[in-house]
């Protein structure tokens, strides 16, 4: 063997090594499909996953090269070949150790079928001989994990192999010595357990095989919320009534093991979790599930497919369990539950069939050892059934199809993050976070009716404040139950501090950080950027190109990189804007989990430059739509800061297009994004120009609480700067502002107020500006003569400057 993949990837007798990840991974990718041409574009997809380089096609064939250097040294020159369209390995079964591993353990199968259980326990021991460590060491790639997780079935299958044999030749406690290791390995491995306890059984130590059965049983609860299967349970049985059938090791040698307890034919398989007892709202999705059951399988030609998507938290397995326990008298023959783990430690479809096949009967011995063979038989041992197949927290379609019967008799129901839109002919259940009532529902289905009863209010805030997610209520109704003595208003108060509100959304294993984190974890550094910096905005709403400038990167990327936030339910969509443009906005909690990881990973400097980019955008954007309105307002002329960058020609032309209504959909975020902007010291220049810009465009739509909040901060911001000419450009608009609200002893004093400063500054322009919003006060309060008075001296000043529009205003 010169090729070893049943550990750290390695070369044998080669000078050096491989190098990275990337030509171990090529090597991988060669060995998976042996003899056969793996086209360039497929290994281009197999190393880089879903985000290749540009230049990724050379780099493979660079890869190539140094793969070739190597095996030659090794004494397999012309191993790698060049077929079109890419490249194949032509290498003898015996030169790798999986195809060594492969050959011995299906060998040692078949002498344990044959009965001949000292040639099984020889081809066991060295089967397992060639495994160095965990398979495919030091090969990253989506696939290589899959196949990685199949070739550790493979050697847990072999190790249950050896222990059966040893049991067979009479060697427990051989068998229990290396049942101990396994079973603490992976403690919820039933076939391993069930062996232990053979093994310590026959050893004469039947309290430690019952203490091993409880411990199991302990485990499947706490972790999976599951009892034991049937073997496990009959094996207890037999175990404590002394039934336990077991031959002297001289018939043990010359005759195949068997289970004590022969399973029936067509075992009725039920492996759902526990139905929730206090499942709450979903009607009409319920409803769309269950009448899909409810089809008479005379009236399909196909497996009916249900896809419950949904963002973390919001209920999609408590959906398909309880719609599948609803459904079970429908599907006699049982129903098959796997936790596909698709945002974690993924469970691949080779490891999840293993399990089906075993809880429909199939003896561990007899499992196939290809996925191929094993979708095969499964699919046998489906047909002409009526059954329900669960398949939870699936992450993609490559997953899933392997577990897909092709009977329509049976019903797979599919919850997933992901809408799983390459499914074709499924169904599709899309999962909303619950309104008020429905979440007010579900708190008092957790703590009590009598409890909200006694304060409403406080149990809507409460909902309110868990942004309607039934994993946010479920962490809140626990510490409620937890805390009896608490008032729900002591909840609430706590929650309403967003510093808190993560921390306080944790009780035992509910916590919806951890739940935000997996779909946090699947981001790129480029992404989590843009997470991080958009969530610190903290926008009402937003377009997907504020991520432009906020990443430095050009539109098409943008959108891509907002529409990837998307796809990982991160980021809600919520409309399309007047100008025919999709808007984005967070979800309160998810948008606190991107603020706290932003603090965390993000350094200051690169947030502030980043707001400071996307504020001078907005404010040219913003300078474009005023301009191309009527003038409301009179106000001081604010220059461009230096240096100013030029947005988008694209991004000018839509706001050209549509100035009103492009107005109407950014005001908001703008204005959200001053006060952010204020809020981390960011930008004081841009701040006062878009405040200044924005009165007209205020005045016009009578927004006056959008008007107050950023001109309340350039007047802050002009008084810290000590700028006199930017204070009395911001108190003139406050002046506007209060004369528009018909305010005006509170106009009159922000006119006068400006006008001091023109008069200390000696600029004619602002002098003009200010003596007509008090001439036009003293108006509106019925002192003609004053405001007579006041207007001409405007109207003079206003024609001596030039200055037109102050003079039409005042005339």
């Known amino acids: 063997m010169r090729i070893r993949v049943l550990g750290p990837v390695t070369i044998d007798a080669a000078a050096g090594g491989l190098g990275g990840p990337k030509p171990k991974a090529l090597l991988v990718a060669l060995l998976r499909r042996p003899r056969q041409v793996v086209a360039t574009e497929r290994l281009v997809d197999l190393l880089w996953d879903d985000s290749p380089p540009t230049s990724a096609t050379a780099l493979v064939h660079t890869y190539v090269s140094q793969v070739r250097?190597?095996?030659?040294?090794?004494?397999?020159?012309?191993?790698?070949?060049?077929?079109?369209?890419?490249?194949?390995?032509?290498?003898?079964?015996?030169?790798?150790?999986?195809?060594?591993?492969?050959?011995?353990?299906?060998?040692?199968?078949?002498?344990?079928?044959?009965?001949?259980?000292?040639?099984?326990?020889?081809?066991?021991?060295?089967?397992?001989?060639?495994?160095?460590?965990?398979?495919?060491?030091?090969?990253?790639?989506?696939?290589?994990?899959?196949?990685?997780?199949?070739?550790?079935?493979?050697?847990?299958?072999?190790?249950?192999?050896?222990?059966?044999?040893?049991?067979?030749?009479?060697?427990?406690?051989?068998?229990?010595?290396?049942?101990?290791?396994?079973?603490?390995?992976?403690?919820?491995?039933?076939?391993?357990?069930?062996?232990?306890?053979?093994?310590?059984?026959?050893?004469?130590?039947?309290a430690d095989a019952l203490e091993v059965y409880r411990d199991g049983r302990r485990r499947l609860l706490d972790e999976l919320g599951l009892e034991p299967g049937p073997r496990l349970r009959d094996l207890h049985t037999a175990i404590l009534d002394g039934s336990l059938a077991t031959a002297p090791p001289a018939a043990r040698a010359t005759t195949p093991s068997r289970p004590a307890v022969q399973a029936p034919e067509r075992p009725v398989a039920r492996t759902l979790p526990p139905d929730i007892g206090d499942f709450t709202g979903r009607a009409a999705e319920l409803t769309a599930v269950l009448t899909l059951g409810d089809t008479p399988p005379d009236h399909r030609t196909t497996t009916p497919v249900v896809v419950v998507s949904g963002a973390g938290g919001t209920g999609k397995s408590a959906l398909a369990v309880h719609a599948a326990h609803r459904l079970a008298q429908r599907y006699?023959?049982?129903?098959?539950?796997?936790?596909?783990?698709?945002?974690?430690?993924?469970?691949?479809?080779?490891?999840?069939?293993?399990?089906?096949?075993?809880?429909?009967?199939?003896?561990?011995?007899?499992?196939?050892?290809?996925?191929?063979?094993?979708?095969?038989?499964?699919?046998?041992?489906?047909?002409?059934?009526?059954?329900?197949?669960?398949?939870?927290?699936?992450?993609?379609?490559?997953?899933?199809?392997?577990?897909?019967?092709?009977?329509?008799?049976?019903?797979?129901?599919?919850?997933?993050?992901s809408r799983l839109a390459g499914l074709g002919g499924a169904s599709a259940v899309e999962l909303e976070v619950f309104d008020t009532a429905s979440a007010v529902e579900m708190l008092g289905k957790i703590i009590g009716p009598d409890r909200v009863a006694a304060a409403p209010d406080d149990a809507e805030r409460i909902a309110a404040l868990c942004g309607g997610v039934p994993l946010a209520l479920r962490a809140a109704g626990a510490k409620l139950l937890a805390r009896p003595h608490w008032p729900l208003r002591s909840l609430a108060t706590r929650l309403a501090d967003e510093r808190r509100r993560l921390d306080e959304l944790t009780v035992g294993d509910l916590a919806i950080r951890s739940s935000l984190s997996l779909n946090y974890a699947e981001l790129d550094d480029h992404r989590r950027r843009a997470f991080h910096l958009l969530c610190l905005l903290d926008l009402p709403d937003f377009g997907w190109w504020v991520a432009a400038p906020l990443l430095e990167v050009d539109l098409a990327e943008a959108e891509d990189v907002v529409e990837h936030l998307v796809d990982l339910r991160l980021l809600d969509v919520v409309g399309v804007d007047p100008i025919g443009r999709v808007r984005y906005r967070f979800h309160d909690l998810v948008q606190l989990f991107g603020a706290e990881q932003a603090a965390r990973h993000e350094h200051p400097d690169t947030v502030t430059a980043a707001v400071a980019r996307t504020l001078a955008t907005w404010a040219a954007l913003v300078d474009t739509g005023v301009r191309r309105l009527p003038r409301v307002t009179l106000g001081l002329p604010v220059a461009l800061p230096a240096g100013h960058a030029e947005p988008h020609p694209d991004l000018v032309a839509e706001v050209e297009e549509d100035p009103l209504g492009w107005l109407r959909a950014e005001t908001g975020a703008v204005v959200r994004a001053v006060e952010q902007a204020h809020r981390l010291g960011v930008d004081r220049?841009?701040?006062?120009?878009?405040?200044?810009?924005?009165?007209?465009?205020?005045?016009?739509?009578?927004?006056?609480?959008?008007?107050?909040?950023?001109?309340?901060?350039?007047?802050?911001?002009?008084?810290?700067?000590?700028?006199?000419?930017?204070?009395?450009?911001?108190?003139?608009?406050?002046?506007?502002?209060?004369?528009?609200?018909?305010?005006?002893?509170?106009?009159?004093?922000?006119?006068?107020?400006?006008?001091?400063?023109?008069?200390?500054?000696?600029?004619?322009?602002?002098?003009?500006?200010?003596?007509?919003?008090?001439?036009?006060?003293?108006?509106?309060?019925?002192?003609?003569?004053?405001?007579?008075?006041?207007?001409?001296?405007?109207?003079?000043?206003?024609?001596?400057?030039?200055?037109?529009?102050?003079?039409?205003?005042?005339?």
């Not at 992976?186 to 232990?196: Q, V």
């Not at 002098?767 to 008090?774: D, E, N």
Request: aromatic share 4%.
């Open 69 to 206: 250097r190597v095996l030659a040294a090794a004494g397999l020159a012309d191993a790698v070949r060049t077929r079109a369209p890419g490249y194949l390995l032509d290498v003898e079964p015996g030169e790798c150790d999986v195809h060594v591993f492969d050959r011995e353990h299906d060998r040692a199968r078949q002498a344990e079928r044959a009965g001949e259980h000292e040639r099984a326990h020889d081809g066991y021991r060295r089967a397992l001989s060639v495994w160095r460590g965990q398979a495919l060491g030091g090969v990253d790639a989506r696939f290589a994990t899959a196949w990685a997780d199949d070739l550790h079935e493979r050697r847990l299958a072999a190790r249950d192999g050896l222990a059966r044999v040893s049991l067979a030749l009479g060697r427990a406690e051989d068998a229990a010595d290396e049942l101990r290791d396994l079973v603490g390995e992976h403690p919820l491995r039933e076939e391993s357990r069930a062996l232990l306890m053979r093994a310590l059984a026959e050893s004469g130590r039947q």
């Open 332 to 417: 006699p023959d049982g129903q098959l539950f796997a936790d596909l783990r698709g945002f974690g430690a993924e469970l691949s479809p080779f490891a999840t069939l293993a399990r089906f096949l075993t809880a429909l009967g199939v003896p561990a011995a007899e499992l196939p050892t290809t996925l191929d063979d094993r979708i095969a038989l499964y699919r046998q041992r489906l047909a002409g059934r009526r059954l329900i197949v669960v398949l939870d927290n699936a992450r993609a379609e490559h997953q899933v199809r392997p577990l897909l019967p092709g009977e329509p008799g049976c019903l797979v129901l599919l919850t997933s993050r």
């Open 685 to 811: 220049a841009h701040t006062l120009l878009v405040s200044s810009l924005l009165s007209s465009a205020f005045a016009i739509r009578n927004e006056f609480d959008g008007w107050r909040r950023t001109h309340e901060i350039a007047l802050e911001l002009a008084r810290e700067g000590d700028d006199r000419h930017a204070e009395a450009v911001v108190l003139v608009g406050l002046g506007q502002l209060h004369y528009e609200k018909d305010d005006f002893a509170t106009a009159l004093t922000h006119f006068d107020q400006a006008l001091r400063h023109a008069d200390a500054l000696d600029d004619d322009t602002a002098r003009a500006v200010c003596l007509v919003g008090i001439g036009t006060v003293h108006r509106e309060l019925g002192h003609v003569d004053l405001a007579r008075d006041t207007l001409t001296t405007a109207a003079e000043l206003g024609a001596r400057l030039g200055h037109d529009s102050v003079v039409a205003a005042a005339l």
